[in-house]
């Protein structure tokens, strides 16, 4: 297994549309496994393919308490069970240091793959559903500062750009 290398605020190739996942092999299978082993050494909550690099349509999530309850969604599709929503602090393992309050429907419905290509379906609210709503933008090529006004979005973008230029 490995960790892989996570794409940061405002990489340009954050902004790839993904592609649907339509090989199910050992190279998915260690994909996730990279992933999942990416996202607990990070000490997040979900990572989406789009942030390694890799533009197919897959995400990793753990919102358990203990770390030990991974979940896959291939070729993931949404959607809005309630109008209502609810707001999170979100952060984002591509823009590490900031968070923001965001919006979204606080239930949905999502169909997806697993890793042997079999459809299921679940339904999720909370902070699973916006987890997963978060994620499925990655791989739509957006980013949740996006969500917030040009002038936060531009400030985080400024600082971070700061740290890359530090660290290059
Ligand atoms: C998306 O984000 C999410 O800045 C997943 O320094 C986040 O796992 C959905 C992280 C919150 C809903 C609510 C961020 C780790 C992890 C950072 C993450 C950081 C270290 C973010
Ligand atoms: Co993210």
Same mark, same amino acid.
């Not at 649907?20 to 299978?29: A, G, H, Q, S, W």
């Not at 987890?131 to 791989?139: A, F, G, R, S, V």
């Not at 090529?141 to 936060?152: A, E, M, P, Q, R």
């Given at each position: 297994?490995?960790?892989?290398? #996570? !794409? /940061?605020?405002?990489?340009?190739?954050?902004?790839?549309?993904?592609?649907? +996942?339509?090989? *199910?092999? =050992?190279?998915?299978?260690?994909?996730?496994?990279?992933?999942?082993?990416?996202?607990?050494?990070?000490?997040?909550?979900?990572?989406?393919?789009?942030?390694?690099?890799?533009?197919?349509?897959?995400?990793?999530?753990?919102?358990?308490?203990?770390?030990?309850?991974?979940?896959?969604?291939?070729?993931?599709?949404?959607? #809005? !069970? /309630?109008?209502?929503?609810?707001?999170?602090?979100?952060?984002?393992?591509? +823009?590490?240091? *900031?968070? =923001?309050?965001?919006?979204?429907?606080?239930?949905?419905?999502?169909?997806?793959?697993?890793?042997?290509?079999?459809?299921?379906?679940?339904?999720?609210?909370?902070?699973?559903?916006?987890?997963?709503?978060?994620?499925?933008?990655?791989?739509?090529?957006?980013?949740?500062?996006?969500?917030?006004?040009?002038?936060?979005?531009?400030?985080?973008?400024?600082?971070?750009?700061?740290?890359?230029?530090?660290?290059?």
């Amino acid at each position: 297994m490995s960790i892989l290398q #996570i !794409l /940061e605020f405002p990489d340009p190739r954050l902004r790839k549309i993904a592609e649907p +996942v339509t090989i *199910f092999d =050992e190279k998915l299978e260690v994909l996730i496994e990279d992933m999942l082993e990416t996202m607990y050494a990070a000490e997040g909550i979900g990572l989406a393919a789009t942030q390694v690099n890799v533009h197919k349509r897959l995400l990793v999530i753990d919102v358990s308490e203990n770390r030990d309850a991974p979940q896959v969604f291939i070729n993931p599709e949404v959607d #809005i !069970l /309630e109008d209502e929503l609810s707001e999170y602090d979100e952060g984002c393992l591509s +823009v590490p240091g *900031f968070y =923001e309050t965001v919006s979204r429907p606080c239930a949905v419905k999502i169909t997806a793959l697993d890793a042997r290509g079999e459809e299921f379906e679940q339904e999720a609210e909370d902070i699973l559903a916006t987890c997963i709503q978060h994620e499925i933008d990655h791989l739509n090529g957006k980013l949740f500062v996006d969500y917030l006004s040009t002038l936060k979005r531009q400030r985080i973008r400024a600082k971070l750009e700061k740290e890359h230029k530090k660290s290059a």
